[in-house]
């Protein structure tokens, strides 16, 4: 398979480093050579000193010859521009990236499909759903929904030491066979984050504290969870505060429930201008600087504020406002982090919810390249991991015996499905049907292995 990336920055980056290692064969082509010789040198990959909307440039690039052709430069109109030319000249697939939320309206994604585009990517509007949907749970890092109607939820929760006996963790110290025994099977262990490496769960693995435990649970079981988790006291999410005032705070809050009540921290007065416009009618613009105690206190922080939401350009900002926060007991916290250097840190200092963009932005591209049918998908870089959501195919091998003698690739971990609108776990003698959604966490790349067995 062949993929033209046009624009070296950090989502065209990102993505050619992520493909490179799948040996596909990838053309990266920007217009700074300096930068082209560097991932030269760093990736096995091919680079081209051309313009993106240069339909000789284009051509040299080979794009008649692309399976799927990628423009994520940091000029909206030159990426549709590309890709148009691109799909002209012979590419079978396009995407776009773009920044104008319009675009994102389904009227509006008909329109471009048929002018030649397959896909739009704004990495801004998937970061913030990914916020208010992690948002809404204090008790957990980070939550995904699966399903059309987000019957089937993915959390991963950092196994703590109890504190001043508030928290009655009835899992901790527990095989998780013997979790089975005791509490039925109201969720399914999918992985374990244990000294910075991924552990497949089965019978003989014993939760222990300090661990990041991911669980696929349905909607209906995750107060369940919750309380067997010891979280009950945790409260729910109505006051967040977001401190940077960019284009994704702006989609952030207006992601966010409509019963939470948001305010928004910005320095410079003129975006606070502007921000009064774009955002909700109840949100509060303030103007003031994110390391202003006093402000942040007058504010409720750490007395009434459950959410604290750090989204400025600024990881290092971001991190330690975070961990701030968190010391001052606010229970969720979220940060921005685009640096992936830093995700290992972040995770160390128990920021919280880490939200990245280009992984984010990464996941939905990715799944393109996939030739079964998959909805979504999330690469969870903190766990090496990534989770795919499969519809299953008529007479696909994985419908021809019960789950367990599939034969699915080791690091494979069926999560659950939802058949006929209704999340459930699955279990070795499940036999999938055509139209399951099925969820699968994949840890180490084993994704492309299990593409045959849904196609």
């Known amino acids: 398979m062949k993929i033209v990336i046009a624009g070296a920055g950090a989502v065209g980056t990102h993505l050619a480093r ?49 399976d799927l052709f990628i423009a994520v430069t940091s000029h909206e109109s030159k990426n549709i521009t590309s890709a148009l030319l691109a799909r002209q000249l012979g590419a079978r697939r396009t995407v776009a990236r773009v920044d104008n939320y319009e675009y994102m309206k389904p009227e509006n994604r008909v329109f471009f499909e048929k002018a030649g585009i397959d896909a739009l990517i704004y990495p801004e509007l998937l970061a913030a759903r990914e916020i208010a949907d992690s948002a809404q749970y204090s008790w957990a890092r980070q939550m995904w929904k699966f399903g059309v109607d987000g019957n089937l939820l993915l959390l991963n929760v950092k196994m703590g030491v109890p504190e001043n006996g508030q928290e009655s963790n009835q899992l901790l110290g527990y095989t998780l066979k013997e979790i089975g025994v005791r509490h039925g099977h109201s969720f399914h262990v ?13 019978g003989e693995v014993r939760i222990l504290p300090h661990d990041i435990v991911f669980f696929m649970t349905t909607r209906d079981e995750v107060s369940t969870l919750r309380h067997l988790l010891g979280k009950d006291h945790y409260p729910q999410v109505k006051r ?58 007058d504010e409720g922080y750490g007395q009434h504020l459950e959410a604290f939401i750090a989204l400025t350009p600024n990881d290092e900002k971001n991190i330690l406002a975070c961990v701030a926060a968190h010391r001052k007991g606010v229970p969720k916290t979220i940060a921005q982090v685009e640096n992936l250097d830093y995700l290992g840190m972040a995770e160390a200092l128990d920021v919280g919810t880490v939200i990245n963009k280009k992984a984010i932005a990464a996941s939905y591209i990715y799944q393109m390249l996939l030739k079964s049918s998959v909805d979504n998908m999330k690469m969870l870089n903190v766990a090496d991991a990534e989770v795919a959501e499969f519809v299953v195919r008529k007479d696909s091998l994985v419908t021809r015996c019960p789950v367990m003698d599939t034969g699915l690739p080791r690091g494979v971990n069926i999560g659950g499905m939802v058949r006929n609108g209704k999340g459930c776990l699955v279990g070795g003698q499940t036999v999938l049907q055509e139209d399951d959604r099925v969820v699968l966490f994949c840890i180490g790349g084993t994704l492309k292995k299990i593409d045959r067995y849904f196609k």
């Not at 999918?190 to 089965?202: G, S």
């Open 190 to 202: 999918v992985a374990i984050r244990r000294d910075n490496e991924t552990v497949m769960p089965h």
């Open 18 to 66: 992520l493909l490179s290692k799948d040996n596909l064969s990838v053309v990266l082509i920007d217009h700074d050579e300096n930068i082209l010789a560097k991932l030269n040198n760093e990736l096995d990959i091919m680079t081209c000193a051309v313009s993106a909307t240069s339909i000789d440039g284009l051509r040299k690039a080979g794009v008649e010859n692309a």
């Open 240 to 297: 967040a505060l977001i401190i940077g005032g960019g284009k994704l705070s702006v989609g952030a809050d207006r992601a966010l429930p409509e019963f939470m009540d948001v305010k928004i921290l910005e320095a410079d007065e003129a975006r606070c201008e502007e921000l009064g416009r774009l955002t909700r009618n109840r949100t509060l613009v303030i103007h003031g600087e994110a390391h202003d105690m006093d402000l942040l206190e």
